[in-house]
């Protein structure tokens, strides 16, 4: 058995399917605002970070009342597109580490108000002991977020595995001292997460319980 009682997970392109919408929100703001659109694979690479890191990627330069502007544009076009499904088989895989004893948390670049609607309209809430969100202090890949919630759980940082789809995900984890797993079917390609470490790398979500859950 893998020796961590901790397992933290990003939300975004790890549990949730919701990339795509945050992708294509981003770029149908910045069409609005009438600023450069990025690419689908720009406008994916950001996905994590919190929003002030992520204007400061695709939009720099940007004055404060543009950048107002482009943070309503991207909350309407999100709000406005239908709510992304968690991926198959995530709602069973958290029940099942839950039931098995393992505690849970979730590190996101969600701001706490979309975190806390998503717990809530997937009935995930009650599994997670701990969460910790991009607008509640440093932004991945700084390690607050991590540190944060080892000391509110009082789990050591070698018995703390960080499951995430995002080079940003696996920094945090170095940037930590935390072990990390990287699923390949989210934000980043593959190639791209194989330039940071990981003790493993899932290409699906049931790849990542068998590794999880050995013998299950």
């Given at each position: 058995?893998?020796?961590?009682?901790?397992?933290?997970?990003?939300?975004?392109?790890?549990?949730?399917?919701?990339?795509?919408?945050?992708?294509?929100?981003?770029?149908?703001?910045?069409?609005?605002?009438?600023?450069?659109?990025?690419?689908?694979?720009?406008?994916?690479?950001?996905?994590?970070?919190?929003?002030?890191?992520?204007?400061?990627?695709?939009?720099?330069?940007?004055?404060?009342?543009?950048?107002?502007?482009?943070?309503?544009?991207?909350?309407?076009?999100?709000?406005?597109?239908?709510?992304?499904?968690?991926?198959?088989?995530?709602?069973?895989?958290?029940?099942?580490?839950?039931?098995r004893g393992h505690r849970l948390?979730?590190?996101?670049?969600?701001?706490?108000?979309?975190?806390?609607?998503?717990?809530?309209?997937?009935?995930?809430?009650?599994?997670?002991?701990?969460?910790?969100?991009?607008?509640?202090?440093?932004?991945?890949?700084?390690?607050?977020?991590?540190?944060?919630?080892?000391?509110?759980?009082?789990?050591?940082?070698?018995?703390?595995?960080?499951?995430?789809?995002?080079?940003?995900?696996?920094?945090?984890?170095?940037?930590?001292?935390?072990?990390?797993?990287?699923?390949?079917?989210?934000?980043?390609?593959p190639e791209l997460l194989d330039?940071?470490?990981?003790?493993?790398?899932?290409?699906?979500?049931?790849?990542?319980?068998?590794?999880?859950?050995?013998?299950?």
């Amino acid at each position: 058995m893998h020796p961590y009682e901790l397992i933290i997970f990003d939300w975004d392109g790890t549990l949730m399917d919701s990339t795509a919408l945050i992708a294509a929100s981003l770029q149908s703001a910045c069409a609005d605002v009438g600023i450069p659109v990025p690419s689908e694979r720009d406008a994916r690479f950001v996905i994590g970070l919190n929003l002030a890191d992520t204007l400061g990627h695709v939009a720099p330069g940007l004055d404060a009342a543009r950048r107002e502007k482009l943070v309503e544009r991207y909350r309407y076009h999100f709000l406005a597109r239908e709510e992304s499904p968690l991926f198959e088989g995530v709602p069973e895989l958290l029940r099942e580490l839950n039931a098995r004893g393992h505690r849970l948390a979730v590190a996101t670049g969600k701001a706490r108000r979309g975190l806390q609607r998503a717990l809530e309209q997937t009935g995930l809430g009650p599994l997670f002991e701990a969460t910790r969100c991009a607008d509640e202090g440093f932004s991945k890949p700084h390690p607050g977020m991590l540190l944060a919630l080892l000391e509110c759980t009082g789990v050591e940082a070698s018995k703390a595995v960080m499951v995430g789809d995002t080079t940003h995900d696996l920094e945090l984890a170095a940037n930590a001292g935390v072990d990390a797993i990287a699923v390949l079917y989210g934000a980043h390609h593959p190639e791209l997460l194989d330039t940071r470490a990981a003790v493993a790398r899932c290409a699906s979500v049931p790849e990542l319980r068998r590794w999880l859950i050995p013998g299950a």
